[in-house]
């Protein structure tokens, strides 16, 4: 399954809100859907699984919803060190997948 | 706290081998199938190789299937990538990352590792 994320590069100003879109090639399962922040040298970050549940942690600016193929992460009000690159991932089957990314940039 | 850290060699040349380490704490590894994902330099996220819990389940992408096998050891509570016939292609950070069930695929990976950086190089 391929996901394909849109736009390749989002510039905000802080306080903004930001929608991120990630589209795959045939349906899937809500259940295997997943959100993470990726920042240089660091970890990834799950922010979100099953499509829409929130991580252990993780503030309710952060939101996931979609179904099919077509899914969005939204970001209500971006917070300074929400500047990163977010990747959405199909876990459903294997081989896992992610798309190419969304990076996040401060206007 | 749950933790992973990777560990290995970092240079290696074309056609050359490596083997990665990840050593996991904070958690009962026994129970927990688990990952191993990289990043080329300026691309995205790659899933590599996945383990079930017990070890006897494994699974790759299509571009390292017969190359690289991955392996874990329940005692030391450790999982490892040997990477062999390595090229320029598998220049990347490697990241180990601990699945939330028990199985590589129908459960998000939910703790990583900061990664450990390879390069294939002459």
């Known amino acids: 399954i391929v996901l394909t994320q849109s736009p390749g590069t989002l510039s905000l100003s802080p306080g903004e809100g930001a929608t991120l879109s990630c589209r795959a090639s045939q349906s899937v399962s809500s259940s295997y859907l997943a959100w993470y922040q990726h920042k240089p040298g660091q970890a990834p970050r799950l922010l979100v699984y099953?499509?829409?549940s929130r991580a252990t942690g993780i503030p309710d600016r952060f939101s996931g919803s979609g179904s099919g193929t077509d899914f969005t992460l939204t970001i209500s009000r971006l917070a300074p060190e929400d500047f990163a690159v977010y990747y959405c991932?199909?876990?459903?089957?294997?081989?896992?997948?992610f798309g190419g990314g969304t990076k996040v940039e401060i206007k | 706290e749950v933790q992973l850290l990777e560990s290995g060699g970092n240079l290696v040349q074309p056609g050359g081998s490596l083997r990665l380490s990840c050593a996991a704490s904070g958690f009962t590894f026994r129970n927990y199938a688990m990952n191993w994902v990289r990043q080329a330099p300026g691309k995205g996220l790659e899933w590599v190789s996945g383990?079930?819990?017990?070890?006897?389940?494994?699974s790759y992408a299509d571009s390292v299937k017969g190359r690289f096998t991955i392996s874990r050891d329940n005692t030391e509570n450790t999982v490892n990538l040997q990477m062999n016939s390595l090229g320029a292609e598998d220049t990347a950070v490697y990241f180990c990352?601990?699945?939330?069930?028990?199985?590589?695929?129908?459960?998000?990976?939910?703790?990583w590792g900061k990664g450990h950086k390879v390069t294939v190089s002459s």
């Open positions: 990352a601990k699945a939330s069930g028990l199985y590589f695929y129908y459960y998000y990976m939910d703790v």
């Open positions: 383990i079930s819990p017990s070890g006897s389940d494994t």
């Open positions: 991932h199909h876990y459903g089957s294997s081989p896992l997948t």
């Open positions: 099953g499509a829409s």
